[in-house]
């Protein structure tokens, strides 16, 4: 798990089927001490995070597998948790 | 899921069966300035990846694309890919700029 400001949002029609219906967020990784650290990714996000807050991504599939009951899908990257402070 | 722009296709002559059915893209990452749509040459300085593709990305297109573990999850039969392409990219709203690709 990353923690991660969420800069923006990506439309994506044409994707494997078990990423359709989810929203797809860019999210800059951030490192200790909340500077940007990395090339941004893209997550799945069942929070409905808005652009701007800080939140934390699951990098490992096997999460986001247990998640959506779906065993053959190749997401890794989704949001777990919203900052709060 | 990382951020990618095809640069080219990769054929391969002789390849494990597995592979049937497939494409093999030739993907260069984008950083930053490439996300948010400068106008900047393709090629950015990461390594270049070749990238499995059963989506139809062609060139020029941005696409999402997975490595690691999940990269080979999709598929029915253990198949040796390590990046796979998992969404085509039609518009990225990014620091408050939208651009349609």
Not at chain 2, 55 to 79: C, M, N, R, Y
Request: charged share 25%; proline share 6%.
């Amino acid at each position: 798990m990353i923690r991660a400001r969420v800069e923006g949002n990506v439309v994506s029609t044409v994707c494997h089927q078990t990423m359709k219906g989810w929203r797809l967020l860019i999210c800059q990784p951030l490192d200790g001490d909340g500077k940007d650290s990395g090339q941004p990714v893209m997550a799945i996000d069942p929070q409905g995070a808005g652009v701007g807050s800080t939140i934390v991504i699951t990098t490992d599939g096997k999460g986001v597998r247990e998640f959506l009951g779906v065993d053959k899908t190749p997401i890794r990257n989704m949001i777990l948790a919203i900052e709060d402070e | 899921m990382r951020f990618g722009k095809v640069i080219g296709k990769v054929t391969l002559s002789d390849s494990d069966p597995t592979y049937i059915g497939g494409r093999f893209l030739l993907v260069s990452p984008m950083d930053k300035a490439r996300i948010s749509g400068e106008d900047l040459p393709p090629v950015s300085g990461q390594p270049d990846v070749v990238v499995y593709d059963n989506v139809g990305g062609g060139l020029g297109d941005v696409i999402g694309f997975v490595e690691g573990g999940e990269a080979s999850a999709t598929f029915d039969k253990p198949t040796p890919v390590d990046a796979f392409n998992c969404a085509l990219i039609d518009e990225i709203t990014y620091q408050g700029r939208t651009h349609t690709l």
